[in-house]
């Protein structure tokens, strides 16, 4: 057990209420790191005060567009980009990076949905391992799509049908998957979608990241809404 390996590592995932939301913080306990899913609309001080090394806006069934859209709260985008935050937004979270940060999002043409293969556009960042060109069988479950790009940011995949797949902005931390890479089903989907996990932002060397029954976890495992008061805290899954 290193306490010290988990205080700085928790991701924690903002839920905009797509199904597979506790499967994406499910698959990143079992990289043995700490996480934490909580309601995507939370205040900010609930966000600030657990001190996340990375944040995972997930996907949703809403438009970005609609009048009730959830989001993050007000001062979201200040926060990580002073407290350098990693944040990795997945299908309705990319939508919401794209739309927030000054970017378009449209209904696609074509929408997406099932197995699409993917083009990787740029071999750095998210992809760094993969060669300009090569193709990826992945998960897509999407009708918007990122049309314009907020300054800074660069595609780095693209769909088999031309629309956005992936994209980042390295400098500020800022990356998004179209896809969903928490459903394996697609082979090797996960593997590369989490490089920017594994690699990049939780650097932790294998088994010293464990947060089983840390000091950390238990403490906001126990205290947290989501342990109500006479239940044991969420189960915790094995790898
Ligand atoms: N899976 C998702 O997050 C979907 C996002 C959005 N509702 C769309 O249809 O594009």
Same mark, same amino acid.
């Given at each position: 057990m290193e306490p010290r390996a988990v205080k700085s590592n928790l991701v924690l995932i903002l839920d905009y209420g797509s199904q597979y939301t506790h499967l994406i913080t499910r698959r990143i306990r079992s990289l043995s790191v700490f996480s934490l899913c909580? %309601?995507?609309?939370s205040s900010l001080k609930s966000i600030t005060d657990l001190d996340p090394t990375v944040i995972i806006l997930s996907g949703g069934p809403h438009s970005v567009h609609a009048a009730n859209a959830p989001c993050f709260p007000t001062g979201f985008v200040e926060y990580v980009e002073s407290k350098g935050v990693y944040v990795l937004g997945i299908c309705y979270g990319l939508q919401l990076i794209v739309e927030r940060l000054g970017g378009e999002v449209r209904v696609g043409e074509e929408q997406e949905y099932g197995r699409m293969e993917i083009e990787v556009e740029k071999s750095c960042g998210l992809f760094a391992n993969k060669e300009v060109g090569a193709r990826q069988v992945v998960w897509m479950s999407h009708g918007d799509e990122a049309k314009k790009l907020p300054d800074?940011? =660069? #595609? #780095?995949? &693209? %769909? !088999? !049908?031309? %629309? #956005?797949? @992936?994209? =980042?902005?390295? @400098? &500020?931390r800022f990356y998004g998957l179209q896809y969903h890479p928490e459903l394996m089903e697609a082979p090797g989907a996960w593997k590369i979608a989490w490089a920017v996990l594994r690699r990049k932002v939780i650097k932790l060397t294998a088994g010293r990241g464990h947060w089983l029954g840390s000091a950390r976890a238990l403490t906001i495992l126990g205290k947290g809404p989501w342990a109500p008061a006479g239940l044991p805290p969420l189960p915790f899954f094995s790898p």
């Open positions: 909580i %309601s995507g609309t800074g940011f =660069e #595609v #780095v995949a &693209r %769909s !088999q !049908q031309g %629309s #956005v797949a @992936a994209l =980042e902005n390295r @400098a &500020r």
